[in-house]
């Protein structure tokens, strides 16, 4: 065979665009006539530079499979760069969580590398320097030379805030972050940090970080504003083909059946990537976003997701109104050529050879894909011959006759397998870089022995070789006669013995992954051979790694030694191997590929999404799954048992008429409700009647009243409502005689007083994580109280903390045990100069501040949630409303209810509960804003996400959507729509609707007392008319005198 020929065997005729490709600039690259469509995009990107221009609509690129789309999104990013701009690829190969998908696409983008040699990342902020004025940059350069990343980063972020002083406050945290992932003693924890998990005070320290974590789509937008300080912003977004296919499918196949919760969790897919990509489009600065996707699949998000959410784009050209005619097709076959003909110095008759221009001809108008895949084709007919012809025909060409593989090869496959040099191979070395790129060639050779049919094929993304990659290795397969859907089999390599080193990688794999139970195509396997590390956060970690689907495997040797053993034979070119490895199939055997699925080889779609097979999970060779530690202590399970019984909400509005009663579970009251509802929607009706009923159930409560709205959920009405039926009206009766309405009215005279603990009761509750919680909520109750102003702010608030982390880690006391303590502060408590000092004043701050609050030295029943839920009398049910009337100022709310939160805190924890209590917040918006922080924020946020595990449902009401914190708003599994009338709200209440399966287009138009209702189970929000409340409601609030009459 000629050297010519021999050039020819070893070109690569690869169809598939791997998504690491995007980032490669390769000889190979073509065109073709997508370079229209390039200029056309970057057109319209270039508008960004305009100084009164900070967006552009978002582009569509269009076109059917094999049409070249990731390979224009390459393209795209090379001109981007070219011309001094910034290009971030969010690959949604998941989406079960937008923001986090999206969040790591920004930081593994920055971490590409250029092609001057440096990373975007770097360029970035060598950029944004360029930003600052002279004397600001030289401080920072200063800094380049000095002692650690830490003091460059301190420089920088001050020169930011003095030069952009909103935003760089805004984003001073995620900015200090990013850059401290380049310092080797602190990228751990400041990438931790990115992936949203909470540091120890002590490491947050280092880091400097003075702000919460911060939620995914925080930390995107800090990224792109530093960005887009020194240019525009391209932010692709590819691979959601996939995602929207299954999810279709997914909620067809359930609407043809039992329209059950895989619909349910089909339409959220749908709208929760429909509705990132409009949030992302809107909140990102000076950025420009595209989207490419199968023709079908733009269908699908625009038939079924909001109207808005796809407003925000505009469907550029098709490329396949773009074909390939026979010039683009030589080009991209020879461009494929070329490398092995320069590599052996041949110099071939003709570029494309032996490809002849008749055989291009034949093929004229075919897509990249399809020409790949007839070369490919022709390549492999002659691996085993003595000659290769000239090909005077691409059209129909077969697949080559199989070869009969040397007999040998299987005795000198176990004598590679016996001398497999093992010792670099393992978990722990390396981030486990070695063993993910073991793996990913093994992945590479598993593929090479499939025979696929002409609808699959079959792709290795081996990314080991990223820094800090959220996989090693993915494999997919994709059914092209399934509109693209695809099989993902994802793969990460973690050995780290560190809990902090383990939680990143985790959360990141499976963000990367996609991986949801009920999209049974997507798995996820950590590869680990020793028990996970122990802790709360790790554990909680792997739960949901379960819960998900994924799993944790272990790699043996004897795995091993095949793995090697065929990496070595690949590379030694052995005769016939390839032929061998199709017959054979080695990998097929392993334990290993059997534990993952893989053999036998899953090529077809044996069920569809959703639906699960009846075949067991191959068990051969899985590894006891390593235990993750003791785990945590449960606490009895929060709720009632089905048996419990039901709220009944009101008739269900169908077909323009009232149909059946609609009942929410009483046991799925501890996952929290929040009710959406502007004024006169009835809100404050349904919040009412929802506590009345519970209390009928023998549910107590303790129910916050801002606006004397339910300070009369104890008194009868005067005469029977025309609106009651027989039934409301004996209902009425059992509640006025079984329900103990307590009236507390704290800072009102003459009322019943409530005095305030400042402290919890740090002796009732566990160490680690649960008292941590604890100090930092007593920490944002007496940081405001403390006098910390000025420069000596910052020190000052860090002594009180570890002094409160001192004193509870000593079982404490109540506040004087704490001001005596901090009056005599140990040596020990604190490393920062002075700290006795600044404890000994805020010891006499808190005595001055206790002098005066009324709230803190009140006279009257302590502040005990014990009191406030249970009855003074047998068989009664209680329910505590705590007027604000004595409550004037903003400040003197905040903490009060501060204070009844972090009290309830350590209550439930101390006093779990088999049956639900209920604790009510009306305007909660006030209490736990999405923006900014109150004193009272943290310890909401803290009792939403703990409360259900220890029996206390949470009730949030508010007319403002997007007023709340959206981890509260999360983590209510019941939502009630009521009318709103401004455009902004409806906007955003349907926004919510949406995500739930369904966006009302009545929102402005309901009458009082009409809702959407939507909770577990539910394919989308229902209409119902929600009862008149039990109690007395007139049109008008009680007055300050009517509320200190309800209190005798």
Not at 77 to 106: K, L, M, S, Y
Not at 656 to 670: D, K, V, Y
Not at 742 to 753: D, I
Request: glycine share 8%.
């Amino acid at each position: 065979m000629t050297p010519m020929e021999e050039a020819f065997l070893e070109a690569d005729f690869n169809w598939v665009s791997t998504l690491q490709s995007i980032w490669e600039d390769q000889s190979s690259d073509v065109d073709g006539p997508r370079g229209q469509i390039v200029d056309r995009i970057m057109r319209e990107f270039g508008a960004l530079r305009r100084p009164n221009i900070q967006k552009v609509i978002g582009q569509v690129i269009n076109g059917p499979a094999g049409s070249g789309k990731t390979h224009l999104i390459g393209t795209l990013r090379r001109r981007v760069w070219h011309e001094a701009a910034w290009f971030v690829f969010i690959d949604v190969v998941g989406v079960t969580d937008f923001w986090r998908t999206a969040a790591f696409g920004f930081v593994r983008s920055l971490r590409q590398t250029m092609p001057d040699g440096q990373s975007q990342f770097t360029a970035v902020f060598l950029a944004a320097l360029k930003q600052l004025p002279e004397a600001t940059k030289k401080e920072v350069m200063r800094g380049l030379e000095g002692s650690g990343a830490i003091r460059t980063v301190n420089a920088f972020v001050r020169a930011l805030q003095r030069t952009f002083p909103a935003e760089a406050m805004q984003h001073s945290d995620v900015i200090r972050a990013l850059l401290l992932q380049n310092d080797p003693d602190l990228a751990e924890y400041a990438y931790s940090w990115l992936q949203g998990l909470d540091l120890d005070p002590d490491d947050r320290k280092k880091l400097g970080l003075t702000g919460p974590t911060p939620s995914p789509d925080q930390v995107v937008r800090g990224i792109c504003w530093l960005m887009s300080l020194s240019g525009p912003v391209m932010i692709a977004i590819d691979q959601i083909d996939s995602i929207v296919t299954a999810a279709n499918m997914l909620a067809e196949n359930s609407a043809e059946s039992d329209g059950g919760e895989n619909e349910v969790r089909a339409r959220v897919i749908i709208h929760i990537l429909a509705n990132g990509l409009m949030d992302l489009h809107d909140q990102t600065p000076r950025a420009m976003t595209v989207l490419a996707c199968l023709k079908e699949t733009w269908a699908i998000l625009s038939g079924r997701a909001l109207a808005s959410a796809t407003a925000r784009f505009t469907p550029g050209p098709r490329l396949d109104s773009a074909p390939w005619n026979e010039s683009a097709i030589t080009d991209l076959i020879s461009r494929r050529l070329a490398p092995e003909f320069a590599r052996r110095d041949v110099l071939p008759p003709y570029a494309s050879w032996p490809f002849s221009q008749s055989a291009i001809a034949g093929i004229s108008g075919s897509f990249p894909r399809g020409t790949l895949m007839r070369c490919e084709a022709y390549r492999k007919k002659f691996l085993d011959a003595d000659h290769v012809p000239e090909c005077a025909t691409l059209v129909d060409e077969h697949p080559p006759t199989p070869v009969k593989p040397p007999d040998d090869l299987s005795r000198l496959y176990e004598e590679y397998r016996q001398r497999a040099v093992l010792s670099d191979l393992t978990a722990d070395a390396d981030d486990g870089a070695p063993l993910g790129r073991c793996l990913g060639e093994t992945l590479e050779i598993y593929a090479g022995s499939l025979a696929l049919p002409d609808s699959a094929d079959v792709g290795i993304a081996a990314l080991a070789n990223d820094r800090k990659p959220a996989l090693h290795a993915r494999l997919t397969f994709t059914f092209h006669d399934q509109n693209e859907l695809e099989k993902h089999y994802c793969f990460r390599v973690i050995g780290h013995p560190a809990a902090l080193a383990v939680q990143p990688r985790l959360r990141a794999a499976m963000t990367d992954s996609g991986i949801d139970k009920k999209l049974s195509f997507r798995h996820l396997f950590i590869i680990r051979n020793t028990p996970m590390p122990g802790g709360r956060v790790t554990g909680e970690l792997n739960q949901k790694l379960q819960d998900a689907g994924g799993r944790i495997v272990a790699l043996g040797d004897d795995d091993l030694r095949s793995f090697v053993a065929l990496r070595e034979m690949k590379a030694a070119k052995i005769e016939g191997f390839d032929a061998w490895l199709r017959e054979r199939k080695p990998l097929c055997d392993t334990a290993f590929f059997k534990a993952v699925g893989l053999s036998p080889p899953p090529l077809s779609l044996t069920t569809p999404p959703g639906r699960t097979s009846d075949a067991p999970v191959p068990k051969t060779g899985v590894a006891a799954e390593p235990p993750v530690g003791p785990p945590p202590v449960a606490p009895p399970t929060g709720g009632p048992s089905d048996g419990f019984g039901a709220i009944p909400l009101g008739p269900r509005l169908e077909g323009g008429g009232e149909g059946r009663l609609t009942e929410l579970p009483a046991r799925l009251l501890t996952r929290h409700i929040a009710i959406f509802a502007g004024t006169g929607s009835g809100k404050t009706v349904l919040l009412r009647r929802i506590l009345e009923e519970a209390a009928l159930l023998g549910v107590p409560a303790i129910v916050l009243d801002t606006n004397n709205d339910l300070a009369r959920l104890g008194q009868p009405w005067p005469k029977r409502p025309a609106a009651f039926s027989e039934e409301d009206a004996q209902k009425a009766a059992r509640y006025h005689s079984r329900v103990e309405v307590v009236v507390w009215t704290p800072g009102l005279a003459g009322g019943r007083a409530l005095t305030l603990a400042v402290l919890p009761d740090f002796s009732a509750l566990a160490d680690g994580a649960e008292r941590d919680q604890a100090v930092d909520m007593a920490w944002a109750t007496l940081a405001p109280l403390v006098g910390a102003t000025g420069a000596a702010k910052v020190r000052k608030e860090g002594v009180l903390k570890e002094s409160l982390d001192a004193f509870a880690r000593g079982r404490g006391g109540g506040v004087e045990a704490f001001i005596t303590f901090l009056a005599d502060l140990p040596s020990d408590v604190s490393q920062q100069r002075k700290a006795e000092a600044l404890a000994a004043d805020m010891a006499d701050q808190l005595r001055a501040k206790i002098a005066v609050n009324p709230l803190l030295n009140a006279k009257g029943q302590p502040l005990d949630p014990a009191v406030l839920f249970t009855a003074s009398r047998p068989g009664a049910t209680r329910v505590s409303v705590i007027n604000f009337s004595g409550l004037h100022a903003e400040e003197s709310r905040q903490d009060f209810v501060n204070q009844l939160q972090m009290a309830l805190f350590t209550f439930i924890r101390k006093n779990p509960s088999e049956t639900p209590r209920l604790y009510a917040l009306d305007e909660a918006q006030n209490f736990a804003p999405s923006q900014g922080m109150t004193a009272s924020k943290a310890s909401a946020m803290a009792l939403a996400a703990q409360a259900r595990k220890f029996g206390l449902g949470m009730i949030f009401a508010t007319q403002a959507p997007k007023g709340i914190e959206t981890k509260i708003v999360s983590n209510c599994t019941t939502h009630f729509y009521g009318r709103m009338s401004s455009p902004a709200l409806i906007d955003a209440t349907q926004e919510m609707m949406a995500a739930r399966g369904k966006a009302a287009s009545d929102l402005g138009r309901l009458s009082a007392g009409l809702f959407y209702y939507s909770t577990e189970g539910m394919s989308a929000p229902i209409k119902i008319r929600a009862p008149l409340c039990l109690s007395y409601h007139p049109q008008n609030p009680a007055s300050p005198e009517d509320v200190l009459a309800f209190t005798k």
